[in-house]
């Protein structure tokens, strides 16, 4: 690993669907360690985004990973540099249990031999991956029966245990609770320390208690970017989350946003 | 106990079950003439062990692996026929439509040695370079179904059109010897059952350590989820393509076994039709289980044998209607209802929240 941190920058990234332009020229950097809350009104092109950085969605620009083009490889190399996604759907291997879910994570580099042989003892990472992302009680467990929150700390988990050096979170707290969201923003400070992390994401209250950073997308741009309190009161944000520019924005709740 | 009996005593009893069952109850019951049919079913069975891998864990409706069975097949009847020719000799039906020379693709099974290799070498670059090609285009589901069926229909007609090489309609069959040793001696009729038998519970073995293992659990995610494995860093198509090889070899040897003991191949063994009856024996004996494919395999043809006996008729509509009724109330096959019967309870988890869609 380089000992300079890392970092990702967007340059006029831009993916069109039949003429479509779901994402219009965004160019945006993250530094390593800069917790960063991407938001926006649904259908800004935030998902469309994490899809064109992780090579699901065909971009035209530039991403790129510290020194590494992105774009125009292949999904599978794009993870094996080390970027790492969630789906805003769990996505979880449902028929397997938590402790097959996260060493399938850790296993893209294994060789033949390692993996037509049975798993013997539990590597030491996976364990410590089921301690950070506290699932280490559920291990044993199909992935299918865990409740939303889990599956959700579960997809951390599998992108953790590998090391991933960039997370990019599609809506991970959509439809957790109170106490799971404030577990889960606690997770992503401790993990994102010293790792690349976009998080998108709807929730306000969720945003201002652990974003650094936020940019805003509306209608595939980035509208406003900087830290919460900046974006708070950018009268364009207001006026493209709630038609008007409010003055009391400060009060507005998680159901008014979005 | 050992750990490995204590971990997986009912798997190890299996095994013991299908091999006493194999080599010592079948050949002390059953007359020569149904012992060699067994035989036939038993190669059935290995194809049926491959879609088992192929579709039960990987998720592939492999619905043309007569194409392989028949791959394997003709490669074991080619040489066989040259065998009996003698030493430079020509086989009796190129003579009777062809021009009498041995073609140049012919030539090299003379050897036994090639012919044992390709058995297995050509249904496993057929296979590889087929699968790597569908899916890496990522063609699955039903388009990948219709695909593999469409290529078994080519490939009998592709048999039916050469005569003069591959026997046509009638196939290749009078078969004389097997690497020497005289087929119409019963002694080695049962010793081509042993051989079969002995291959089909390598199989099983080679696919219970397959589903142990680390591959085991990835093809089961890919099959879930392939997307998600592809963002973790594996290419998917080679998950799969390594699965479909497997399956293709396993058919391919088991075509080549069926051409001693059945004492025939033709076009008829290997197109459509063969090709959806494999599957069913898979569906009906539990798809993603170890022992189930090879069980339902052996029993479907065992049930069409007997039945087309007695009702000559009747068996395809009985296919049709079995294949139905398992397929819509038992999608795990006859195996589940075991599993219905010793079914733990699982440990206790909250149900799933609903999810809020209050921030929308
Ligand atoms: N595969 C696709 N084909 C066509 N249009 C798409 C596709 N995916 C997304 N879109 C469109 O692109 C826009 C952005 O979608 P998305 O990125 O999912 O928004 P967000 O995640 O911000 O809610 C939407 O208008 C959506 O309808
Ligand atoms: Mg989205």
Redesign the pocket.
């Known amino acids: 690993m380089s000992m300079t941190a890392d970092y990702l920058e967007l340059s006029d990234v831009r993916v069109e ?2 003429g ?1 332009r ?1 994402v219009d020229g965004v160019s945006l950097t993250v530094l390593q360690g800069d917790l960063r809350f991407l938001i ?1 009104p ?8 994490v899809d064109a950085i992780t090579g699901l969605a065909r971009a035209a620009g530039s991403i790129r990973f510290g020194r590494t083009e992105l774009l125009g490889r292949k999904a599978h190399r794009i993870a094996r540099l080390g970027v790492g996604r969630t789906f805003q759907t769990a996505s979880v291997f449902e028929d397997l249990s938590v402790l097959q879910n996260l060493d399938i994570a850790a296993g893209a580099e294994r060789g033949p031999v390692t993996m037509l042989r049975a798993r013997g003892r539990t590597p030491e990472r996976i364990d410590e991956t089921l301690e950070t992302v506290g699932l280490t009680a559920h291990r044993d467990l199909k992935a299918g029966t865990l409740s939303h929150g889990q599956k959700q700390w579960l997809e951390i988990g599998m992108l953790l245990v590998r090391d991933a050096r960039v997370l990019l979170l599609d809506e991970p707290v959509a439809g957790m609770s109170g106490e799971e969201r404030t577990r889960t923003g606690e997770l992503l400070r401790r993990v994102g320390a010293d790792r690349t992390v976009v998080v ?1 994401e709807h929730d306000m209250d969720f945003m201002r208690s652990f974003a650094d950073s936020v940019t805003v ?1 509306h209608a ?1 741009s980035v509208l406003s970017e900087g830290s919460v309190a900046e974006v708070q009161s950018d009268p364009r944000v207001q006026e493209v989350y709630l038609g008007t520019a409010p003055t009391d924005a400060a009060n507005d709740s998680d159901e008014a946003v979005a | 106990m050992t750990p490995i009996v204590r971990r997986h005593g009912a798997t190890l009893a299996g095994f013991a079950a299908v091999a006493v069952a194999l080599f010592a109850v079948a050949p002390s019951v059953l007359s020569t003439f149904r012992l060699s049919l067994l035989g036939q079913f038993v190669c059935f069975a290995m194809v049926a062990v491959g879609i088992g891998l192929a579709w039960g864990r990987g998720g592939m409706l492999t619905l043309g692996q007569g194409v392989y069975f028949g791959l394997g097949a003709y490669v074991m009847a080619m040489h066989m026929k040259l065998d009996d020719a003698g030493p430079g000799g020509v086989p009796d039906f190129m003579q009777l439509y062809g021009n009498g020379e041995v073609p140049l693709w012919w030539e090299p099974f003379r050897s036994p040695v090639i012919t044992l290799v390709a058995v297995a070498a050509i249904p496993a670059a057929v296979a590889f370079v087929l699968g790597w090609a569908i899916f890496r285009r990522g063609v699955r589901g039903a388009y990948f179904a219709i695909l593999s069926q469409a290529l078994a229909a080519a490939f009998a007609i592709l048999l039916i059109g050469q005569q003069a090489t591959t026997g046509g309609t009638n196939g290749l069959n009078g078969f004389r010897s097997f690497f020497g040793y005289d087929l119409f001696d019963p002694v080695n009729k049962r010793m081509l059952f042993f051989i079969a038998s002995g291959a089909l519970l390598l199989m099983l073995l080679a696919a219970w350590q397959l589903y142990r293992s680390r591959y085991g659990e990835l093809l089961v995610a890919v099959r879930d989820q392939e997307q998600r494995v592809r963002f973790l860093g594996y290419d998917p198509a080679l998950v799969k393509t390594v699965a479909y090889v497997i399956a293709a070899v396993m058919a391919g040897i088991g075509g080549a076994l069926f051409v001693p003991i059945a004492g025939i191949v033709s076009p008829d063994d290997v197109g459509v039709v063969p090709s959806i009856g494999f599957l069913i024996g898979v569906a009906i004996g539990g798809r993603a289980t170890l022992f189930g494919p090879a069980l339902g395999a052996l029993i479907v043809a065992w049930a069409e044998t007997s039945l087309s006996e007695s009702f000559p008729s009747m068996w395809t509509y009985f296919q049709g209607v079995l294949f139905v009724v398992v397929v819509a109330f038992l999608p795990r096959g006859f195996a589940s209802v075991s599993a219905l019967w010793r079914r733990r309870p699982t440990p206790a988890t909250e149900p799933a929240p609903q999810r809020q869609e209050a921030t929308v």
Do not use: C, E, M
Not at chain 1, 42 to 49: S, V
């Open positions: 669907f039949d479509f779901a926006g649904n259908g800004a092109g935030k998902t469309t985004l998108v997308l595939g």
